[in-house]
């Protein structure tokens, strides 16, 4: 006699998980951030290299932050307004735009500068994305501004919005700008508190200051206390995790429509950017490699499988870097277009999107 085919959470329930320390996650997933993050690095390594030889003036990116990007990407309420999550990213954010859909040749665009870049047609540094249709906000290159417009989202969220959220992203020294405290300030008014993901990825390291030397504090996310925002640290190095703490803040800001901070704790591989050389450090553990380890001992995955998936995504990266060098580079009299938005209440220039005078 055959039995019945099991119901569709019953099928859930038996899913083959990964475990780490007291959580887990199942196969499936596992392999689909793994996939994410070895494409994640790939593509950075790629842009390193363009950085040296001349295809490229400068690069700055996130080597080390693949677990923790990756499992915010997959988890964003992904859209275009205040019905969905505003994304406030800093410069090593390229795993979460991945994990979000963007195809790795739109970052090759950004490094090339080529007038095809989508996110500021070749004028602004790598890694400084922007899509309209996600909600996420252009980067700067100025640190922690981000946190300043992060409430402002989060009240059009909270407005408009049962459950979407903003989320802004930083690194730890950027904490030290004013920025930062009116952020505090901002998402936790009395009344009038907002669902803003305060996240702060601490790699120890703002440009060469180490961070043991600047923080009085033991945590950053105990400055959130003050102000009554509960927060996590948690290990931005472990994929599974990242998933849990990322999962468990977002369902705090959706719910209770209130601020939270999180804090992974991350590598820094390839140094501060390009102005530093971005060689590749030893002394620091490096994610990719320690979920490749519990992935293998799971004994849900072989060791030659995970070969593959590297050597499609440097297949991939390697076509995108061949078609991104054949495409053209932004003209000299371009530089005015697109500098202001066209505005119909321009009483003296409203049919010039510049703004400025012939
Ligand atoms: C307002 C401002 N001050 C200084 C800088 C120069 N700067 C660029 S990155 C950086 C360090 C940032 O460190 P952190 O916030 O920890 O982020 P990480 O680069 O370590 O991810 C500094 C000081 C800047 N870009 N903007
Ligand atoms: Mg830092």
Same mark, same amino acid.
């Given at each position: 006699m055959?039995?019945?085919?099991?119901?569709?959470?019953?099928?859930a329930?038996?899913?083959?998980?990964?475990?780490?320390?007291a959580?887990?996650?199942?196969?499936d997933?596992?392999?689909?951030?793994h996939?994410?993050?070895?494409?994640a690095?790939?593509l950075?390594e790629?842009?390193?290299?363009?950085?040296?030889?001349?295809?490229g003036y400068?690069?700055?990116?996130?080597?080390?932050?693949?677990?923790f990007?990756?499992?915010l990407?997959?988890q964003?309420?992904?859209?275009?307004g205040p019905?969905?999550?505003?994304?406030?990213?800093?410069?090593?954010?390229?795993?979460?735009?991945?994990?979000?859909g963007?195809?790795?040749?739109e970052?090759l665009?950004?490094?090339?500068?080529?007038?095809?870049?989508t996110?500021?047609r070749?004028?602004?540094?790598?890694?400084h994305?922007s899509?309209k249709?996600?909600?996420?906000i252009?980067?700067?290159?100025?640190?922690e501004?981000q946190?300043?417009?992060?409430?402002g989202?989060a009240l059009?969220?909270?407005?408009?919005?049962?459950?979407a959220i903003?989320?802004?992203?930083?690194?730890?020294?950027g904490?030290?700008?004013?920025?930062?405290a009116?952020?505090?300030?901002?998402?936790?008014?009395p009344?009038?508190?907002?669902?803003?993901l305060?996240?702060v990825?601490n790699?120890g390291w703002?440009?060469?200051?180490?961070?043991?030397?600047?923080?009085?504090?033991?945590?950053?996310?105990?400055r959130g206390?003050a102000?009554?925002?509960?927060?996590?640290?948690?290990?931005?190095?472990?994929?599974?995790?990242?998933?849990?703490?990322?999962?468990r803040?977002?369902e705090h800001?959706r719910?209770?429509?209130?601020?939270?901070?999180?804090e992974?704790?991350v590598?820094r591989?390839n140094?501060?950017?390009?102005?530093?050389?971005?060689?590749?450090?030893k002394?620091?553990?490096?994610?990719?490699e320690?979920?490749?380890?519990?992935?293998v001992?799971?004994?849900?995955?072989?060791?030659? @499988?995970? #070969? $593959? =998936?590297?050597? !499609?995504?440097?297949?991939e990266? *390697?076509? @995108?870097? #061949? $078609? =991104?060098?054949? !495409?053209p580079?932004?003209?000299? *009299?371009d530089?005015e277009?697109?500098?202001?938005?066209?505005s119909e209440?321009d009483a003296?220039?409203p049919?010039?999107y510049?703004?400025?005078?012939?």
């Open positions: 055959s039995m019945p085919p099991p119901a569709e959470d019953e099928v329930l038996l899913a083959p998980e990964v475990v780490s320390g959580e887990a996650l199942p196969i997933r596992c392999l689909e951030m996939r994410l993050m070895v494409r690095r790939v950075e790629r842009m390193i290299k363009m950085s040296k030889s001349g295809q400068f690069w700055i990116g996130g080597p080390g932050e693949e677990a990007n990756v499992a990407g997959l964003v309420k992904k859209g275009q019905t969905f999550d505003y994304l406030h990213l800093h410069y090593r954010n390229s795993a979460l735009m991945l994990a979000l963007m195809p790795p040749i970052a665009r950004m490094m090339l500068m080529t007038a095809t870049d996110h500021s070749g004028r602004n540094f790598p890694s994305f899509n249709a996600w909600n996420v252009p980067v700067t290159s100025v640190i501004v946190y300043v417009m992060a409430p989202t059009m969220n909270k407005r408009r919005s049962p459950d903003t989320m802004v992203l930083g690194g730890d020294a904490t030290a700008e004013g920025d930062f009116s952020c505090l300030v901002w998402s936790s008014r009344g009038n508190e907002l669902p803003v305060i996240i990825t790699n703002g440009i060469s200051t180490p961070a043991c030397t600047q923080h009085g504090e033991k945590r950053v996310i105990d206390k102000f009554g925002i509960p927060g996590a640290v948690i290990d931005g190095n472990d994929p599974i995790a990242s998933w849990h703490g990322v999962r803040a977002m800001c719910t209770k429509r209130r601020p939270f901070m999180l992974p704790l590598s591989l140094g501060h950017s390009s102005s530093s050389g971005a060689l590749r450090v002394d620091e553990p490096d994610t990719i320690l979920f490749e380890a519990r992935l001992e799971s004994g849900l995955v072989e060791a030659s @499988a995970l #070969e $593959q =998936v590297h050597d !499609e995504a440097h297949a990266i *390697e076509a @995108a870097v #061949e $078609q =991104v060098l054949t !495409e580079l932004p003209k000299a *009299e530089v277009l697109f500098t202001y938005a066209p209440v003296v220039y049919g010039d510049t703004g400025l005078p012939r």
